[in-house]
C-alpha cells in the first residue's frame, strides 16, 4: 500500500470513528481526557504497522483493541488503579480481545450509541466555559485537530490546545461522571449540548471575524454532529428542531456569496442555487419534531421561521406575516434582544418599514446591543427604504466599524457609498 493510500485510510478512520473510538474508551476508563490520549496511541501504532501489513479489514475494530491493550498497560502502572485494571481485564476477556476483525460495534461492547451520548453530554458540560466546551467538542466529536480549530476560530494554536488540556483537567477535577443524566439535569444539559452545536454552526455561517464571510467546514461539522445526536436522541423535540434549522441554514450557503467571495444578502440571492436536498432534509427533520410530544422550543421555532423563506420561490412570495407571528413566540419562549431585531426586520418586511424602524428605535437603549453591527445595520436598511439616506448612511457607516469581518465590513462600508450616492440624488 502507497503512504498516501495509507494516509487517506488513517484520516477517513479518524474522521469517522474516532468520536465512537473514544467514547467506547472512556465508557470502561471513565476519563475522557486518558481516553483521546489511547486513541491517539492506537493511531501511532496504526502510522507505524499498516504500512507494513496493510490497513485491516475493521480499522476501527483494530484501534479500539490496541487502545484497549494500551489502557491495561497503563493500570498496570499504577497501582491504585488495580480496581480499574481488573474491571477492564474482564470486560476485554468477555469481548475476546485477541481478535482485531469483530464488528466495531462489539469491539467497542456493543453500546455505541450509549457512549456516544455520554460523550457528548461530558463535553458539553456546564462546568466549563462555553469557549472550552466548542473546543471539546469539534477535538473529540468532531475529529477536528487543534490546528483546525485554531485556523477556524482565527486564535493560536496554543490558546485551543490550553482550552482542551484545561477543559480535560476541569472534567477530571470535578469528577464529572461520564453518563447522561437524568430528570431536569438532562434538560438543562442537552441544551447546553445544543447550544455547543449551534454556536460552532453560526461561526462557520457568519464568521465573526477574519477575511472570509464564511466558513463552510464549521458548518459541516455542525450539521454532522446534530444529525449524530438526532439519532442517539431520537425523541427530542428540539434536536430534530436545530437539526432542521441547520439543514435549511445550510442550504443557503452556495448563494450566499458572489463569484468574487462577496456577500450577498438573504433577499438577492439566486434561489435556484440553494440545495434542494437540504432543504428535503429539514424540512423532514422539522416534521419529525413536530410530530413529537412537547411545546415548540427555540430551535423548532427557528426552523419553522427559516422553513417559511425555503416554500418562497421569489423574495416578494415569503410569508412574512407569519414570521412575524412565529417571531412573537420566540420571543415569549426566548427573550432577547437579538430575537427583537429579528422580529423587527420581519415587521418591516410584513407591516412597512415604519412598523419596524419603531421597533428598532426602542431597541437602541439596549446594552447588548451597543456594540452589535447588525444593529445599525439593520436600522440603516429601513431608512434607505424610508427615503432617508443620509440618515442611511450614518448606520452602515457604524455597522462598518463595529464589524471584526472584513467582508462584512466591506458590505456595510459600499452600502454608505451608495446611501450617500441616493442622497446626492444620483444612483450609483
Known amino acids: 500500500m502507497t503512504d498516501a493510500r495509507t494516509k487517506a485510510a488513517i484520516e477517513t478512520v479518524i474522521r469517522l470513528e474516532s468520536a465512537r473510538l473514544i467514547a467506547g474508551l472512556a465508557h470502561y476508563t471513565r476519563d475522557v481526557g486518558l481516553a483521546e490520549d489511547l486513541a491517539q496511541d492506537a493511531v501511532v501504532a496504526a502510522l507505524e504497522q499498516w504500512p507494513a501489513d496493510g490497513v485491516p479489514r475493521n480499522p476501527g475494530a483494530w484501534l479500539m483493541t490496541v487502545a484497549k491493550r494500551r489502557a491495561i498497560d497503563e493500570f498496570r502502572r499504577s497501582a491504585e488503579l488495580q480496581k480499574k485494571y481488573a474491571q477492564i481485564g474482564r470486560a476485554l476477556e468477555a469481548e475476546g480481545a485477541a481478535s482485531v476483525t469483530p ?62 488540556v484545561r477543559a480535560k483537567r476541569t472534567l477530571a477535577q470535578a469528577n464529572v461522571p461520564f453518563e447522561v443524566p437524568g430528570g431536569p439535569e438532562r434538560a438543562a444539559r442537552l441544551a447546553s449540548v445544543l447550544e455547543v452545536i449551534y454556536l460552532i454552526f453560526n461561526e462557520g455561517y457568519s464568521a465573526t471575524a477574519g477575511d472570509d464571510w464564511m466558513r463552510p467546514a464549521l458548518c459541516a461539522e455542525a450539521v454532522r454532529l446534530g444529525r449524530v445526536l438526532a439519532q442517539l436522541a431520537p425523541t427530542e423535540p428540539e434536536v430534530h428542531g436545530l437539526v432542521a434549522l441547520l439543514e435549511i441554514q445550510a442550504s443557503r450557503i452556495p448563494a450566499r456569496t458572489n463569484d468574487a467571495g462577496e456577500p450577498v444578502l438573504l433577499l438577492d440571492q439566486d434561489r435556484r442555487r440553494w440545495d434542494r436536498l437540504l432543504i428535503n432534509r429539514g424540512l423532514a427533520a422539522l416534521d419529525k419534531a413536530a410530530s413529537l410530544d412537547g411545546e415548540r422550543g427555540p430551535y423548532v421555532l427557528q426552523a419553522a421561521i427559516a422553513a417559511c423563506h425555503t416554500q418562497a420561490f421569489r423574495p416578494e412570495e415569503t410569508d412574512w406575516p407569519r414570521i412575524v407571528a412565529l417571531y412573537n413566540v420566540l420571543a415569549e419562549v426566548m427573550p432577547s434582544p437579538v430575537v427583537e431585531l429579528n422580529r423587527a426586520v420581519a415587521i418591516g418586511m410584513a407591516y412597512g418599514p415604519d412598523a419596524g424602524l419603531g421597533v428598532v428605535d426602542q431597541l437602541a437603549a439596549e446594552p447588548a446591543l451597543q456594540d452589535y453591527h447588525l444593529l445599525p445595520s439593520v436600522r440603516g436598511d429601513l431608512l434607505r427604504k424610508l427615503g432617508r439616506h443620509a440618515e442611511a448612511q450614518a448606520e452602515f457607516e457604524r455597522a462598518a466599524t463595529l464589524t471584526r469581518n472584513e467582508r462584512e465590513r466591506e458590505l456595510s462600508a459600499r452600502r454608505a457609498r451608495d446611501a450617500a450616492a441616493y442622497a446626492r440624488g444620483v444612483t450609483p
Open 103 to 164: 464488528d466495531l460495534d462489539k469491539a467497542l461492547g456493543g453500546d455505541i450509541d450509549d457512549d456516544m451520548l455520554r460523550l457528548i453530554f461530558t463535553a458539553c458540560h456546564p462546568v466549563l466555559s462555553v469557549q472550552a466546551r466548542v473546543a471539546l467538542t469539534l477535538r473529540l466529536l468532531g475529529g477536528l485537530t487543534t490546528v483546525e480549530i485554531a485556523r477556524a476560530y482565527l486564535v493560536p494554536e496554543s490558546t485551543i490546545a490550553q482550552r482542551i
